[in-house]
């Protein structure tokens, strides 16, 4: 299973960024392939969520720092979501994460979780 962030870069303050997760198995005992979320890191702090896809019956979460500015979003195929980020400040600055939970057939119920390796996200003042 790969999961791959994309997207990153360089941005002024003010700007936007568009991030892409796709993530992928070629096991024939795959069930289901589904992204969970994104997360970030910036140096010196722990990871923390920045937004996450609803789960059955859930709503989208977002972290507090980024609700009106970010939208996470899935694409046209299940195992592809995106996050946009508009107005963005110094602070979000961060390598950004995606993690997808893969089903097998021959699995527990519950899924294994997998992550990306993450894209970095520079933000200049």
């Known amino acids: 299973v790969q999961v791959v962030e994309s997207g990153g870069g360089l941005v002024q303050a003010g700007g936007s960024l568009r991030l892409s997760c796709v993530a992928s198995?070629?096991?024939?005992?795959?069930?289901?392939?589904?992204?969970l979320g994104w997360y970030r890191q910036a140096p010196g702090k722990q990871r923390e969520l920045v937004a996450a896809?609803?789960?059955?019956?859930?709503?989208?979460r977002y972290a507090d720092s980024v609700k009106g500015r970010f939208t996470i979003s899935r694409g046209n195929t299940k195992n592809t979501m995106y996050l946009q980020m508009n107005s963005l400040k110094p602070e979000d600055a961060a390598v950004y994460y995606c993690n997808a939970e893969v089903k097998y057939f021959s699995g527990s119920p519950d899924g294994v979780e997998y992550w990306g390796k993450g894209t970095l996200v520079t933000v200049s003042s």
């Open positions: 198995g070629s096991t024939f005992d795959i069930f289901s392939i589904n992204p």
């Open positions: 896809l609803p789960t059955p019956g859930g709503n989208t």
